[in-house]
Every structure is written in C-alpha cells, then in structure tokens.
C-alpha cells in the first residue's frame, strides 16, 4: 500500500545576508495512514522548516522550496500554487496544523468559535448552524468546560492551555488525515503540557489520523509513535522503529540526544549530559559528515565523506560510517 505522504529530498534554503542558509537538505521520510511518527533534533536543525514546506508555508523569500517531491494521497503538493485552491483545501482540511504558538495562529479580532467554524464551512462545505454544533463538539472533546458559551470568547479570553487546546480542536475538526504538530506544548507549564499532549493523542489516536509530531519529550515518542526521524544540520540522520532506535540506536547524535533530554520513562538519578560543541551554521557546509566536529565516536571513524543514509536494520537506517546499532547501543542510556 502507498504510503499516505511521501517526501523525497527535499530542500529548502534561506537567501540571508550572510550566505545561503540550507534549512533543509536532502530529506526523504514517509507516514502511513494512521500512523505517528515523531520528529526530534537540536535547535534550528530544519524540523519547522522541513514540516512547513509539506503546505508550502515557507516565507518566500527569503525562503525557497530548490527541490524534492510531497506526494500526498498520490499528488505532488509542490507542483501547486501556495496559493492554489487545492494547498488551501490541503492546508486545514487535509491537513491539519498545530503550532507552537497558538496566540499567532488564532486571529485576535474573532472568536475562537468563528474561526473554528469559518475553517469547517470552508473545508466540510457545512451550514452555519452544523458548524457551530460541529465545534461545540470538538471544542468538548479537548476539555474546554461549557463550550457552548466560550465558543464566543475571543483568542485573549483563554488561558494558554485552553487556547492550545483549542488550537488542537480546530485542526482536528474537519477530520484531516494527516496532522502536523510542531512542538505543539512549549509555550506552556510543565504540567498543562502533559495534559495537552494526552488530549491531543488520544484525539489522534481516537480518529485515526496519522501524525507528526516534532517534540523534545522523548517519552510521548516512547509511547506514542511507532517511527522516530532525528534530524541533524538540515538532514535526517537516523529512522527507525522507536523502540527499535530507543533500544538500539546507531547514530552517535542519537545517543548523544537520548542522554541530553529527559525522559519520562527513566528511572530516576540519570544525570542528563549535554551535548558537546555548538550545532553547525548551515551555510557552506563541508561534505563531510556535519556530525564529524562534535561526534564522540570520532577516533573510531576512519572515513572522510559525507555518509549515506544505509539501512542497519528492518525499516531502520542511519547517516552513519561507523556500525554501532545493534550492540547494544541502548543501554548507555542505564
Ligand atoms: N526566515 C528565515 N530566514 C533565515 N533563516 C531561517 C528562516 N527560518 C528558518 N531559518 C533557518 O533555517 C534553519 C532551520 O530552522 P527551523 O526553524 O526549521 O529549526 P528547528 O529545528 O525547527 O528549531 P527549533 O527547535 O528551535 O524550533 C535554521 O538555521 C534557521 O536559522
Ligand atoms: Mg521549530
């Protein structure tokens, strides 16, 4: 079966006075229907960049989708108009986006219930009075308390927790297949982030779409997803099944991510070890591997090039030179 989207080598650069910044360089990954894959890596190593050029919202300029195919439900969005009748079907109605920041996302002068309702009455062709009880509907399935009435709140009137969750109503509404959730809690505390994200699971998990989600909470990843991508300097450098990568992770800078993070599922003690080194600038980038200058494996590597993404498992492969998954990689993280 087809998977549902497709990306293959995708590239996106940034024209900024300094050079050209290469966002996004070469990357390919695939989603199933109904499945969630999680999207992890350092600070500016392309993640947003990489999801935004799937509904083609990368700022032109000084950005540029330079290449690669989005194959959704077998059409390439990247021959499309941005502005095309058929991305804004996609945008919201297809497919479905959480951001980070849902005070940018919602629009200040409306209410949260116009918004949610203007968005089912242009995608599911709705009525006005279907679509109000359609967003009642969901606004109660993320918890909001009497939904009937703070449908006529405005964005401000919410706290930051419900306006996420709110947020995670409106692109849930008109049943997308596919949902892109970019570090969908980081705006909040620690405590309504885990709330947040359990609604926002379970709701994806209950409808069945699949999901993206670009998060640093390895644990959700743990529980939740069945694939991990970890992206580093503009590329992905391992995939895999994430227990297979959790147990047995063959990248270097997935070790080196699994021990800098917390995790939910740890025992308790673990002392989290940062990252060595600063993350690369992404213009004019040598070719050799991006890692090589902070890698901790450096002295057991002999090889000058820049590696491939090879297989070193079932569905799992690494942008590595050095054969380390499957000796039990895993257990550095005891
Ligand atoms: N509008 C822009 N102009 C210039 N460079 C940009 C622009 N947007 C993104 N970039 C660059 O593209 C690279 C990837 O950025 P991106 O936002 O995808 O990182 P990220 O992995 O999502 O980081 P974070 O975890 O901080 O959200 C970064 O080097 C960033 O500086
Ligand atoms: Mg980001």
């Given at each position: 079966?087809?998977?549902?989207?497709?990306v293959?080598?995708?590239?996106?650069?940034?024209?900024?006075?300094?050079?050209?910044?290469?966002?996004?360089?070469?990357?390919?990954?695939?989603?199933?229907k109904?499945?969630?894959?999680?999207?992890?890596?350092?600070?500016g190593?392309?993640?947003?960049?990489?999801?935004?050029a799937?509904?083609?919202?990368?700022?032109?300029?000084?950005?540029?989708?330079?290449?690669?195919?989005?194959?959704?439900?077998?059409?390439?969005?990247?021959?499309?108009?941005?502005e095309?009748?058929?991305?804004?079907?996609?945008?919201?109605?297809?497919i479905?986006?959480?951001?980070?920041?849902?005070?940018?996302?919602?629009?200040?002068?409306?209410?949260?219930?116009?918004?949610?309702?203007?968005?089912?009455?242009?995608?599911?062709?709705?009525?006005?009075?279907?679509?109000?009880?359609?967003?009642?509907?969901?606004?109660?399935?993320?918890?909001?308390?009497?939904?009937?009435?703070?449908?006529?709140?405005?964005?401000?009137?919410?706290?930051?927790?419900?306006?996420?969750?709110?947020?995670?109503?409106?692109?849930?509404?008109?049943?997308?297949?596919?949902?892109?959730?970019?570090?969908?809690?980081?705006?909040?505390?620690?405590?309504?982030?885990a709330?947040?994200?359990?609604?926002?699971?379970?709701?994806?998990?209950?409808?069945?779409?699949?999901?993206?989600?670009?998060?640093?909470?390895?644990?959700?990843?743990?529980?939740?997803?069945?694939?991990?991508?970890?992206?580093?300097?503009?590329?992905?450098?391992?995939?895999?099944?994430?227990?297979?990568?959790?147990?047995?992770?063959?990248?270097?800078?997935?070790?080196?991510?699994?021990?800098?993070?917390?995790?939910?599922?740890?025992?308790r003690?673990?002392?989290?070890?940062?990252?060595?080194?600063?993350?690369?600038?992404?213009?004019?980038?040598?070719p050799?591997?991006?890692?090589?200058?902070?890698?901790?494996?450096?002295?057991?590597?002999?090889?000058?090039?820049?590696?491939?993404?090879?297989?070193?498992?079932?569905?799992?492969?690494?942008?590595?030179?050095?054969?380390?998954?499957?000796?039990?990689?895993?257990?550095?993280?005891?």
């Amino acid at each position: 079966m087809a998977p549902l989207l497709e990306v293959k080598d995708l590239r996106v650069t940034f024209d900024t006075m300094n050079g050209l910044v290469k966002a996004v360089d070469g990357v390919s990954f695939t989603i199933d229907k109904g499945e969630i894959v999680g999207l992890v890596g350092e600070s500016g190593c392309g993640k947003s960049v990489s999801q935004m050029a799937i509904t083609q919202l990368v700022a032109t300029p000084p950005g540029k989708i330079v290449s690669g195919e989005v194959i959704f439900e077998g059409r390439d969005l990247l021959k499309y108009h941005p502005e095309s009748n058929m991305m804004r079907d996609v945008r919201g109605g297809q497919i479905g986006m959480i951001f980070q920041e849902p005070m940018t996302s919602f629009n200040p002068v409306f209410t949260i219930g116009e918004q949610i309702m203007e968005s089912l009455r242009l995608h599911l062709k709705l009525s006005r009075s279907a679509a109000r009880k359609r967003a009642i509907e969901v606004l109660e399935e993320v918890g909001i308390p009497d939904a009937s009435v703070r449908i006529n709140n405005y964005p401000h009137q919410f706290s930051g927790g419900m306006r996420q969750r709110a947020m995670i109503a409106m692109a849930l509404s008109c049943s997308p297949k596919l949902v892109i959730a970019d570090e969908p809690t980081t705006a909040l505390d620690v405590t309504t982030q885990a709330q947040v994200l359990d609604i926002m699971m379970k709701m994806v998990e209950h409808y069945h779409n699949a999901l993206i989600i670009v998060t640093h909470n390895l644990g959700i990843i743990a529980r939740h997803a069945q694939r991990i991508n970890v992206m580093y300097a503009g590329r992905i450098v391992e995939s895999g099944p994430s227990e297979e990568v959790f147990l047995n992770p063959g990248h270097p800078y997935t070790i080196a991510l699994m021990k800098s993070v917390p995790r939910l599922d740890e025992k308790r003690g673990r002392q989290l070890i940062p990252i060595s080194g600063i993350p690369p600038n992404l213009i004019n980038m040598p070719p050799i591997c991006s890692f090589k200058p902070r890698c901790p494996m450096v002295d057991a590597c002999q090889s000058l090039s820049d590696p491939e993404l090879r297989p070193v498992g079932k569905n799992h492969s690494v942008r590595c030179h050095l054969n380390i998954s499957g000796q039990n990689s895993g257990t550095i993280f005891e």
